[in-house]
């Protein structure tokens, strides 16, 4: 698997830092509040598990499941809800948590599907932003990094349903997606 990899982008250590630097500006601009936190899977499921617990807030969790179909590795806006939120966002504070916002289309979309059910304030927390691939205004109240234009796997993230279990963010080589 490594030798898939051609350069490691975030490490461990890294990734870790960061993430608590994430959730400490959260717990900081939240204070008082009850927090609904949603994440959509399966990409953001570690960094969710992580981030979670570095915010000191009252909060619920929530996840949604979505496809966004598309040829190889890029997103094509045409987003299907797999599974919704459970929990009613009605006067709730959102924060989505996100793993990598690359077109913003899929969270385009969700974003104003989620509005219209009136939640009190709804941000974005993504650990990879990839303002280059831009195709939708979408903007993260909480970034943890912007990355260049290349596909990135591991710590959560896919291609072809592998490397997610990569404790670190790296670079996929070209030739393993391009075969
Ligand atoms: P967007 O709708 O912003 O283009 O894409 C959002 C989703 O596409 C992300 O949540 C992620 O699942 C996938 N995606 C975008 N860029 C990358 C990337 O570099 N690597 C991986 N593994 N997935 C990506």
């Given at each position: 698997m490594l030798n898939d990899i051609e350069k490691v982008l975030m490490s461990e250590e890294e990734i870790r830092e960061i993430t608590k630097q994430l959730g400490k500006k959260i717990t900081e601009d939240y204070k008082g509040k009850e927090v609904l936190l949603v994440s959509i899977l399966k990409g953001a499921v570690v960094f969710m598990a992580d981030i979670m617990r570095e915010i000191d807030l009252k909060c619920t969790v929530d996840f949604m499941v979505v496809s966004s179909y598309g040829s190889g590795v890029k997103t094509s806006g045409n987003v299907k809800?797999?599974?919704?939120?459970?929990?009613?966002?009605?006067?709730k504070d959102v924060i989505i948590i996100e793993d990598i916002l690359d077109s913003g289309l899929t969270l385009n979309y969700i974003i104003n599907m989620l509005k219209e059910r009136n939640p009190?304030?709804?941000?974005?927390?993504?650990?990879?932003?990839k303002p280059s691939g831009r195709k939708a205004e979408v903007t993260a109240k909480y970034i943890g990094r912007t990355v260049p234009d290349a596909f990135v796997v591991g710590y959560g993230l896919d291609?072809?349903?592998?490397?997610?279990?990569?404790?670190?963010?790296?670079?996929?080589?070209?030739?393993?997606?391009t075969k």
């Open positions: 809800i797999i599974k919704d939120v459970d929990i009613p966002l009605s006067g009190n304030s709804i941000e974005i927390c993504t650990l990879l932003d291609y072809d349903e592998k490397y997610r279990n990569l404790p670190f963010v790296g670079i996929l080589k070209p030739e393993v997606y």
